[in-house]
């Protein structure tokens, strides 16, 4: 009974994206500590692999035509 009340009392917490949170009680997350900055990393690398996609589209086709 205890986690229901406290789940109400802290119902914004498990409705944000992020940070992700889930919180059983004061003391415990079942949410482990490096899943966060896990996150971060990823959106990072995806956003520079699509920045860097396009780069190296042009690269290519500046060696192909010195190659010609």
């Not at 009340?5 to 992700?20: C, I, K, N």
Request: hydrophobic share 40%; aromatic share 10%.
């Amino acid at each position: 009974m205890q986690s229901r009340a406290f789940r109400r009392e802290h119902l914004d917490e498990h409705t944000s994206w992020f940070p992700l949170h889930d919180r059983c009680n004061a003391g415990y997350d079942r949410v482990p500590g490096w899943v966060n900055p896990a996150l971060v990393m990823l959106l990072v690398l995806a956003v520079a692999c699509v920045a860097y996609g396009p780069w190296l589209g042009s690269a290519g086709r500046r060696t192909l035509r010195q190659g010609r």
